[in-house]
């Protein structure tokens, strides 16, 4: 109890510590003072153009850590996979594929994007599970064939960008949060939020769903429907961040294992504390990857992936102990 109270607290303050440091630090520095000063009263020109520049960086930073993280919590229930994760098999690949052909052919729907994202999203989710089941779902036979699936939508991205060569559409490939908008912010936003407060109720289902699913069914749930609600939010919470942010793999990956260590496995805390943890993980990659070697910007995708891959070894290789080949 003193332990999750305690990783709670700290979780936040740290977040609420790397956004201040972030929003005043970079090519155009101020104070703390002179930051909350200046947003209060909106006469300090530093201020303003911070608000306008750095602010919607900040928030889709934010909002896409919590909704990764979430998102990867949902899929580890449904699957009973401690592996599965949005951008490993494939989900944030099909979103974001959707997402460039609407901004391709109908720039003007830009709103309704993250929606169209959620479709391809569900149809790489819908693939992973249909190829992967043989007698059964494996753990490890999901983690190939998701692999199988990210790599054909990356190729059809990767694809698509050559054939339409247009440069903003590549711009629109690339993982990062540097010009991002107060329009982008909102959509963000929107979707996200919506997104993490329904999977905030979903905390119970995703309890029972670590019972067998015999036992399940006798205390009268529909097992199967209550495994696709969870999926459809989890896809739209990594589609919604492929939209907007791009794919960002191993977050859902690394956050919900070590809210795990820190809080339990009730998902009653494990699903706000890795909203929690995931913010901050993205804000504080993102803040390291524009600071660390000005003017250049390191993506926090690549930031990530430095920590993820080594990490996914290391379960891989902890599940094939477990089991087997």
Same mark, same amino acid.
């Given at each position: 109890?003193?332990?999750?109270?305690?990783?709670? +607290?700290?979780?936040?303050?740290?977040?609420?510590?790397?956004?201040?440091?972030?929003?005043?630090?970079?090519?155009?520095?101020? #104070?703390?003072?002179?930051?909350?000063?200046?947003?209060? #009263?909106? $006469?300090?020109?530093?201020?303003?153009?911070?608000?306008?520049?750095?602010?919607?960086?900040?928030?889709?930073?934010?909002?896409?850590?919590?909704?990764?993280?979430? @998102?990867?919590?949902?899929?580890?229930?449904?699957?009973?996979?401690?592996?599965?994760?949005?951008?490993?098999?494939?989900? @944030?690949?099909?979103?974001?594929?959707? +997402?460039?052909?609407?901004?391709? +052919?109908?720039?003007?729907?830009?709103?309704?994007?993250?929606?169209?994202?959620?479709?391809?999203?569900?149809?790489?989710?819908?693939?992973?599970?249909?190829?992967?089941?043989?007698?059964?779902?494996?753990?490890?036979?999901?983690?190939?064939?998701?692999?199988?699936?990210?790599?054909?939508?990356?190729?059809?991205?990767?694809?698509?960008?050559? +054939?339409?060569?247009?440069?903003?559409?590549?711009?629109?490939?690339?993982?990062?949060?540097?010009?991002?908008?107060?329009?982008?912010?909102?959509?963000?936003?929107?979707?996200?939020?919506?997104?993490?407060?329904?999977?905030?109720?979903?905390?119970?289902?995703?309890?029972?769903?670590?019972?067998?699913?015999? #036992?399940?069914?006798?205390?009268?749930?529909?097992?199967?429907?209550?495994?696709?609600?969870?999926?459809?939010?989890?896809?739209?919470?990594?589609?919604?961040?492929?939209?907007?942010?791009?794919?960002?793999?191993?977050?859902?990956?690394?956050?919900?294992?070590?809210?795990?260590?820190?809080?339990? #496995?009730?998902?009653?805390?494990?699903?706000?504390?890795?909203?929690? @943890?995931?913010?901050?993980?993205?804000?504080?990659? $993102?803040?390291?990857?524009?600071?660390?070697?000005?003017?250049? $910007?390191?993506?926090?995708?690549?930031?990530?992936?430095?920590?993820?891959?080594?990490?996914?070894?290391?379960?891989?290789?902890? @599940?094939?102990?477990?089991?087997?080949?």
């Amino acid at each position: 109890m003193k332990r999750g109270f305690w990783s709670f +607290f700290i979780v936040i303050i740290l977040t609420i510590i790397v956004f201040v440091s972030s929003a005043a630090s970079g090519s155009l520095e101020v #104070t703390v003072g002179e930051l909350v000063k200046g947003l209060i #009263t909106g $006469d300090n020109e530093k201020v303003n153009i911070i608000k306008d520049l750095r602010f919607p960086r900040l928030i889709v930073a934010l909002v896409t850590g919590a909704a990764l993280a979430v @998102s990867g919590v949902l899929l580890q229930a449904v699957m009973k996979n401690p592996l599965a994760e949005a951008g490993i098999i494939g989900i @944030s690949a099909g979103g974001r594929f959707l +997402f460039l052909l609407v901004m391709g +052919f109908f720039p003007q729907l830009f709103f309704w994007t993250p929606l169209f994202a959620f479709l391809g999203g569900a149809l790489a989710c819908f693939l992973v599970f249909s190829l992967s089941w043989k007698s059964g779902l494996s753990p490890l036979r999901i983690i190939l064939v998701g692999i199988a699936v990210n790599a054909t939508f990356t190729g059809l991205n990767q694809s698509f960008i050559y +054939f339409v060569g247009s440069s903003s559409m590549t711009h629109a490939t690339v993982s990062n949060f540097a010009m991002k908008t107060w329009g982008e912010a909102q959509v963000m936003m929107v979707y996200g939020l919506v997104g993490l407060t329904i999977s905030l109720f979903l905390a119970t289902w995703c309890n029972l769903l670590s019972l067998e699913d015999k #036992t399940a069914k006798n205390l009268g749930f529909n097992v199967t429907v209550i495994r696709l609600l969870i999926s459809a939010v989890a896809v739209l919470l990594a589609a919604v961040t492929a939209a907007i942010a791009g794919v960002i793999a191993f977050v859902g990956l690394l956050i919900p294992h070590i809210g795990r260590i820190l809080v339990g #496995t009730d998902h009653k805390a494990l699903i706000p504390f890795s909203a929690l @943890s995931g913010a901050l993980l993205i804000l504080l990659a $993102d803040t390291i990857g524009r600071l660390i070697l000005p003017p250049n $910007d390191i993506p926090a995708s690549v930031m990530i992936m430095v920590i993820g891959g080594p990490f996914l070894i290391f379960l891989l290789r902890r @599940s094939e102990r477990f089991h087997g080949n």
